[in-house]
């Protein structure tokens, strides 16, 4: 059973929604992940131009960041959790088995995002601050898949809103803090104070920082409340807890120092930049091709291409050339 006692709400916890084989079904989980990914992506296309980016840049980027997010997020949890992985290392890949960590998917998107844009000639905090749009709505919904799954649970409490896991309730009928709630809530409010600031927005890169702050300062006071097997340890250290402190920290610090010490350029400046990069590219592009028609041709006319149908032509054009000398001479001798 999962749900919440203290309301009334409780269901049979099944994470599957169709069961194929043994090993592989379509889960809840997934489902709500999906939800969540696709609606970050259908609200941050609608607010491109506020950015000044295109909608096919995103989706460009999505190409890159999405399995990049994907593998940071193992590689994070596989990094702190070796013990479970050093005897059969392939076990790394089986990610269906659970072990994902947040942190190192945004750490993972975040760097896809950056190269992809440089490459690009986009501006990356312009990428970064819609990206926090996206990134809010994600957390926000996907949060709700660890609720189906009945983990990611705080420790126990009589509250009124606690949650109900079944292998934790005890005789007293404690529950567990409803992590997955707080943060879900979290990120909401953060989300609808981000969108209300993006009309203030000063500069490129702004929103993104206030995001690191804003789920650095909620996940670092979360973080512990989790119950131990959740959490992610560094000798006596909580990962994730640390690294959302001293994220936060150093957030502010640079809100702070961007804010008063840093003199910015107009916000859309940049795409002036971005644009007569993408039109060189496309007279390049264009010029090669030209280039390479002109070479087939001159390669046609200097008889260094396709030789048969040369050979057959002139063949076929001397002995008509012939044939019709033949019969001019015949015809003057008569005339004789």
Known sequence: MIGF???G????????IIRFTDSFALTWYGLILAAGFLLAVIVCLRRVKEFGLKQDEILDMLFF?????????????????????RDEPFSILYTWTGGMAIYGSIIGAVTAAALFCWVRRINVGAMLDIGAIGLLIG?????????????????ETDLPWRMAVTRHMADNDLGVHPLFLYESLWNSIGLV????????????????????????????????MRATEYNLMLGDWMVSQAL?????????????YMTLFKKHPPLLEWTAARDEYAAYRKTKKKGSSEKTETAEVKDVVAGEEEPNDLEEFTEEEDAENGDSDGRESTGEGSQE
């Open 5 to 7: 006692p203290g309301i």
């Open 9 to 16: 709400f409780l269901f049979e916890q099944n994470p599957a």
């Open 65 to 85: 960041a999405t399995p990049a997010g994907i593998i940071g997020a193992r590689l994070y949890y596989v990094a702190f959790n070796w013990s479970e992985f």
């Open 139 to 155: 957390q926000a919904v996907g949060r709700w898949g660890n609720f189906v799954n009945g983990e990611v649970y705080g420790r």
């Open 193 to 224: 104070l981000l969108l209300l600031f993006l009309k203030k927005r000063k500069y490129n890169g702004q929103m993104f920082t206030l995001y690191i702050a804003w789920y650095g300062l909620g996940r670092g006071l979360m973080e512990g």
């Open 244 to 256: 959302a402190i001293a994220s936060c920290v150093a957030a502010l610090g640079v809100l702070f």
